[in-house]
């Protein structure tokens, strides 16, 4: 089956890559991607453009070709397999430059329109009479054997008919279009067919498949994950922007980039473990359109559209649109979930060096509260994993709306400036009866009622610029930020209501009217900001080294307290800090390299203790080495990292009172982390990792030192293989599994109680069928096969039980 290859400059970087297997025939790239047919001289009138690409596999030439010329390039899959193109720098126009690279190569290019073109082989020279053989159908003759396909090379993670498990390019290391294999950082990726596959709708779905990142109970349902040790709080990054507070819906997430360690040289205030960052969909200017319906177990119903395509006829406008409806109940007790997604978004391209992008997010989620079961012994309480201890027909209601607009222009080939702005709004309506503390069997509950108002906005500029000086070249990124966010709570009734037994729970009416009326006596104000400058230069020393080095200055402003000085008065604290990184690369082949960095990170205070008391800024060191592979031309990749990590100012959840933190003193994580994702033969699909971690409180004044660090296992992994049969009799249908397993992990910080270690079994299996341009999947998951009970903690009170057996069911039409 022929894979056509569609490289275009609005994918930032489409390196073809041959597939599997023999391919055979060079035609239908105009009936794939919809481009007319009609050869059009793309000579007349045409610009000379400036290009330097030196020789090197066609493939990636053309790569380069595409990114220089803005214009687009088909070709059969195998068409550039084994050869390489000629050097080429200079001003030359799109035909000529293109002549100059194919110039000792046998293939030749054939323009179809002002900045489309096809690249196929030469015909064999004609017989000594001068005469060609000719099919008495040509046209029949072809046709019998062609056979379109819609595959897409990995590096071209955002076209919606991608595929591939494995990624060659993530922007969340530098914030550049550097390769991952020349990068000395370790960023793992999970693409959007993993997510698809897995059946993912939850952020904590897709990052199971990522080495040494454990998801943390976060009571109201904000994603909170622990990553190499030590907890991320409820932080994520969109887009490279950072979010807090948030619960991430996927519907309009391309794929989701796990930054392994301290990344305060480009984020600022980051925690040293690493940090998450989901990338979203963008509009693109060919059409695609899908509807999909879930349904599953505990009523769980879940309706998504995605489409996006061409406003105008030439592209330059383009739009995309995401929804998704969730309801759902549970396997827990008075839970049911109701939520609405939407993202629209728009690209504008008014001339090829400039584009605008503007999306807007609203989300909006009603639940209740859900404070988990309490540890009883060393252990969780041995009740019913669906009992509730949170008072029924209570429900919070959670509105978000984000903005996000950002424009970027082409000084030229080499220099690059982006801008813009991110706004996000939410507000929350609390109606909480929650778990506060257990004594004994007894658990002590209080109201809070009230709202929580969370506004944030972010304003970047970044200035990316290659050049060369005494034959070293330098990728370099200059770069500011202004991040704020304020949380306001204007007046929230907390107060304590009737206890509950463990064992043996009674609910008792509580009158809602009269807790509404009683007099609002917690005022809650947090106000974080800081301005930053940073640098980056990443230098190419020959053609096997790269040098990366950084820094950024912060000068932070945290604000946090209650309003009432009953309780502790509101305090500011200042603080400013420069965080550097150094990291060096060696790829002693084009399928291997070896890397090793040093960096540090500066973090502003985290919360306050129990009497009011602010902590001092938290800073962290690493040192990191590791090795990565790139096989099958991109198709499969791996690495394996061994980390040293230590944190200072280390704070924790109050084992005492879980609205409070304590301060540990500082903490260390070490370990060895191994990825693979990718395929390994034609039908095979992979995505795996293991993770051993140790970690330990190593300075403490109150009997802590030597305990373990909260919810972090000691050994941790998992593994997912798909299956996609290539026999004409079964092609089409799908087959896979997952294991996820994890060692024994404590509760808190003070190692009290623990969950024992377990392996949970997931099951797939799909079957896509063509209907002329549209294809129908119907997809089944099986989760928790073996219905394994384990918990996702957060302290004595609060902890989460996995979903139990979970039937998960599709249909997916795509056109």
Not at 40 to 58: H, K, N, R, T, Y
Not at 566 to 592: I, N, Q
Not at 696 to 706: I, N, Y
């Amino acid at each position: 089956m022929p894979t056509i290859r569609h490289l275009k400059f609005a994918t930032a970087l489409c390196l073809a890559r041959p597939p599997f297997g023999r391919r055979n025939l060079a035609l239908a790239a105009a009936l794939a991607f919809c481009v007319p047919t009609l050869s059009v001289g793309a000579e007349s009138g045409a610009q000379a453009v400036q290009f330097d690409i030196p020789a090197q596999d066609l493939a990636r030439a053309l790569v380069a070709f595409t990114a220089q010329s803005h214009v687009q390039v088909l070709y059969e899959g195998d068409l550039a397999q084994g050869l390489r193109s000629a050097p080429l720098k200079g001003a030359y126009t799109p035909e000529r430059a293109l002549k100059a690279l194919l110039a000792a190569t046998p293939v030749q290019a054939r323009f179809t329109g002002q900045r489309t073109v096809t690249l196929e082989r030469k015909a064999p020279a004609a017989p000594s009479g001068g005469r060609t053989a000719v099919p008495a159908d040509p046209a029949a003759a072809t046709l019998e054997t062609v056979v379109v396909s819609a595959a897409v090379p990995a590096s071209d993670p955002g076209n919606p008919r991608n595929r591939n498990y494995a990624a060659t390019d993530a922007t969340t290391a530098t914030k550049t279009d550097m390769p991952i294999m020349d990068t000395p950082v370790s960023v793992l990726v999970v693409p959007r067919q993993v997510m698809q596959d897995q059946q993912a709708y939850r952020l904590q779905d897709a990052v199971k498949n990522v080495s040494g990142v454990q998801q943390r109970f976060s009571t109201g349902g904000v994603d909170r994950f622990i990553v190499r040790g030590f907890d991320s709080g409820e932080v994520q990054y969109r887009n490279g922007v950072r979010l807090a507070g948030l619960n991430i819906d996927l519907a309009n997430v391309q794929r989701v980039e796990v930054l392994k360690g301290p990344a305060s040289v480009l984020y600022g205030r980051a925690e040293p473990g690493g940090l998450i960052n989901i990338v979203t969909k963008r509009p693109r200017s060919e059409p695609y359109y899908a509807l999909e319906q879930r349904f599953g177990s505990y009523g769980y119903y879940r309706t998504q559209v995605d489409a996006t395509g061409p406003v105008t006829s030439d592209g330059r406008l383009s739009y995309g649109f995401d929804l998704s409806y969730l309801n759902a109940d549970s396997f827990r007790d008075f839970m049911r979930t109701d939520r609405v997604f939407l993202a629209p978004s728009l690209s504008w391209r008014p001339v090829d060096s400039t584009e605008f992008n503007l999306t807007v997010e609203y989300l909006n989620e009603d639940r209740p509260y859900d404070s988990g079961i309490p540890a009883y012994g060393n252990r969780v309480a041995k009740v019913p994993i669906s009992r509730q201890y949170d008072q029924p027909g209570l429900r919070d209601n959670r509105e978000h709306v984000l903005v996000d607009f950002n424009w970027s222009h082409h000084f030229n080939e080499d220099w690059k400036f982006t801008n813009g702005v991110v706004s996000s709004s939410q507000r929350t309506r609390l109606n909480e009866l929650y778990s506060d503390s257990v004594s004994g069997s007894e658990i002590s509950r209080y109201t809070w009622f009230g709202h929580s108002n969370t506004d944030m906005v972010t304003v970047y500029g970044n200035l990316n610029g290659k050049f060369d000086t005494w034959g070293v070249g330098h990728n370099v990124l200059l770069g500011a930020e202004y991040y704020s966010i304020e949380t306001k709570e204007p007046g929230s009734r907390v107060y304590p209501v009737d206890t509950i037994d463990l064992f043996r729970p009674v609910f008792h009416a509580v009158d809602i009217n009269a807790i509404g009326a009683l007099r609002p006596n917690t005022k809650y104000v947090n106000n974080e900001s800081w301005s930053a400058l940073y640098f980056q230069d990443s230098l190419a020393l020959g053609d096997k080294f790269h040098l990366l080095g950084g820094g950024r200055y912060d000068w932070a402003t945290v604000t946090s307290g209650y309003d009432d000085p009953a309780v502790f008065k509101t305090d500011t604290l200042r603080d400013s800090h420069f965080s550097p990184r150094v990291g060096l690369t060696y790829r002693p082949a084009e399928w291997l390299s070896v890397y090793g960095q040093w960096v540090e990170s500066f973090g502003t205070s985290n919360g306050r203790s129990v009497t009011g008391q602010p902590f001092q800024p938290q800073t962290a060191t690493q040192y990191e080495a590791g090795v990565k592979t790139e096989l099958f031309d991109g198709r499969f990749t791996g690495s394996v990292v061994y980390f040293n990590l230590t944190k200072d100012n280390l704070v924790t959840t109050d084992p005492n009172n879980t609205r409070f933190s304590i301060a540990v003193g500082e903490a260390r994580s070490q370990g060895v982390e191994f990825d693979v994702a990718g395929k390994i033969t034609d039908g095979l699909s992979l995505i795996g990792n293991y993770a051993y971690i140790e970690t330990a409180v190593t300075k403490d004044f109150s009997g802590l030192q030597g305990k373990r660090l909260p919810y972090a296992p000691l050994h941790s992994g998992s593994v997912w293989l798909k299956y996609d049969f290539q026999e004409d009799l079964l092609k089409g249908l799908s087959l896979g599994g997952g294991v996820f397993v994890a060692d024994r992990r404590y509760g808190d910080v003070r190692n009290s109680f623990y969950d024992p270690g377990y392996a949970r079994l997931d099951l797939y299996a799909a079957y896509r069928h063509k209907l002329g341009p549209t294809s129908l999947t119907t997809q089944l998951n099986l989760n928790n096969v073996t219905d394994t009970e384990y918990f996702n903690m957060r302290s004595r009170t609060n902890n989460q039980p996995a979903e139990p057996l979970t039937v998960i069911g599709s249909l997916r039409l795509e056109y």
